[in-house]
């Protein structure tokens, strides 16, 4: 009777040991594989670690507990390290806010671990291929749910993770990103339970099929990949790389109002048709304020447009508001249209339930004001110039979020500052959410940041006249002759990979019942 008690207790304790040297070495894992994604794309290191994460989830598939707990170890390191970024704009003020720095960073792998850890509990069941099929498919949900919950963020979908070969996220211009993270997830579970099954001395025909599917079908889009012509327009893009601390100095506004103006006209405008500026990039109220329109008015080519970042004041409950704007502007000064940034940032642009807010968080609700909320896939409409669209910084990495779905656009206007993030992932990872509206949408992007990468994306996703992060200049770029291209997804949106989903799902169910 004694030697059973210890014998449970001994085993016991090798269980709950092993459960923790396994979340540990999950949690590092999740660390390395959050470098799968831009600007460390094609990691080796990063990929091995994303792939040994699955060998260990798939080896636990008997407890749900486990199942969980170990993929929400993965989930929290592997989301914290890919949005550190974000902890950056805390440290513009260091003395306000850098306090909060390490609440932040918790909280961000605290609340994305659930989007691995839920569709984890999916590979319980009893068929292996039925189940990392159920995972792989479940995991794209969330992803999907990921871009409205809480007003939405759909940074880093895994899909994003093939932007390292232009070819391979031709993908989404039929499945959109969600169905690229479908065919990715879906590619490395194949190897994982290959590596898995050679361990067991086991080999099955079906893993080969999880793994070579996804490889034709990536292959069969790269297959549409093809180069873009130029066209006769020819866009300027302006990026003079101010620093986020110098950015609203007050003593500073002129110098930097002027610097956007030096550095257009530091080239010959003769050839230019467009010229388009950051976000706001212009501190003054241009419609209030005919002085400083009047400075605008050199660094504008005679037959062409300026497009600038603005701060608005508008109407709104009969109230005067601010909006975050861009305003497309001619040589004699008139404004000819704009748009108000509709997609705001959370405790960035407004503060959620700011009257709920505790004491503490009172230094962060002195700072962040309300910004009014814009009509929401208004097209900038300009004589003699195609459609435009607009998105103003975080509004591009919605799927199916940026372009009007009735009234498509020619040309999609990205005005950004990725000042707030400094050297880190966030700016070229911001880049890469442009690259993939461009191919599904299948229109030409013209990003252009105060900081950060400028560029123009063909509807191919190949990128041109790229200005690198930090770097002060301009380049000029002849926008493709095709600026637009319908696609699959451009025209029934999610529906496609959410179908994809589905029929899996189903397919998986129907094999079960069968069973």
Not at 33 to 51: D, E, G, H
Not at 459 to 476: A, H, M, T, W
Request: charged fraction near 15%; aromatic fraction near 14%.
């Amino acid at each position: 009777m004694i030697a059973i008690k210890i014998k449970e207790y001994i085993v016991g304790k090798v269980i709950r040991h092993s459960s923790f040297f396994m979340g540990v070495t999950a949690f590092f894992l999740g660390a390395v594989a959050s470098f799968i994604f831009p600007p460390f794309v094609l990691n080796k290191i990063a990929y091995c670690a994303l792939i040994a994460f699955l060998v260990l989830l798939f080896s636990i598939r008997q407890s749900k507990k486990k199942l969980f707990w170990i993929a929400y170890a993965f989930g929290f390191s592997f989301y914290a390290v890919s949005f550190a970024w974000i902890c950056n704009a805390l440290l513009i003020d260091e003395q306000k806010f850098v306090v909060f720095v390490p609440f932040v960073f918790f909280a961000l792998g605290a609340f994305f671990a659930l989007f691995w850890a839920l569709p984890a509990l999916f590979l319980s069941g009893k068929r292996v291929y039925s189940s990392v099929v159920s995972f792989c498919s479940v995991f794209v949900v969330f992803e999907w749910i990921r871009s409205f919950i809480f007003t939405g963020f759909p940074w880093n979908l895994l899909g994003t993770a093939l932007s390292f070969d232009v070819r391979l996220i031709q993908g989404a211009a039929y499945i959109g990103t969600y169905g690229l993270s479908l065919l990715l997830l879906i590619l490395l579970s194949g190897v994982a339970l290959l590596i898995k099954e050679i361990f067991s001395r086991s080999f099955h025909l079906k893993t080969l099929m999880l793994i070579l599917v996804p490889l034709c079908v990536l292959g069969g889009f790269s297959l549409n990949y093809k180069d873009i012509s130029k066209g006769n327009i020819i866009a300027r893009l302006v990026q003079p790389s101010i620093p986020q601390t110098f950015k609203w100095n007050q003593n500073l506004l002129e110098q930097n109002f002027q610097q956007y103006i030096n550095l257009t006209k530091s080239k010959s405008l003769d050839n230019v048709q467009l010229v388009v500026w950051g976000e706001t990039a212009t501190p003054f109220f241009l419609d209030r304020d005919e002085a400083h329109l009047q400075q605008i008015l050199s660094a504008i080519p005679n037959d062409g447009i300026l497009v600038t970042g603005v701060m608005r004041i508008g109407m709104e409950n009969g109230s005067f508001v601010p909006y975050n704007s861009m305003y497309a502007i001619n040589k004699k000064g008139y404004i000819l249209d704009y748009y108000d940034k509709s997609h705001l940032v959370p405790f960035g642009e407004y503060l959620p339930l700011r009257e709920y807010l505790p004491d503490f968080m009172e230094p962060v609700a002195n700072v962040v004001g309300d910004l009014g909320k814009g009509e929401k896939f208004k097209n900038i409409s300009i004589p003699n110039f195609p459609l435009m669209g607009g998105a103003i910084c975080y509004e591009v990495i919605f799927p199916k979020g940026v372009v009007n779905p009735t009234r498509k656009p020619q040309i999609l206007l990205v005005l950004a500052n990725d000042g707030w993030y400094g050297i880190s992932s966030g700016p070229y990872q911001h880049l890469v959410a442009a690259q993939m509206r461009a191919v599904e949408e299948g229109i030409t992007v013209v990003r252009s940041a105060n900081t950060g990468i400028s560029a123009v994306i063909a509807p191919n996703g190949n990128i041109y006249g790229r200005i690198e992060l930090n770097q002060k200049g301009v380049s000029d770029v002849a926008l493709p002759h095709v600026l637009s291209v319908d696609t699959p997804y451009n025209r029934f949106g999610d529906v496609i990979p959410l179908s994809l989903i589905g029929m899996l799902l189903l397919l998986v169910l129907m094999i079960s019942k069968r069973s």
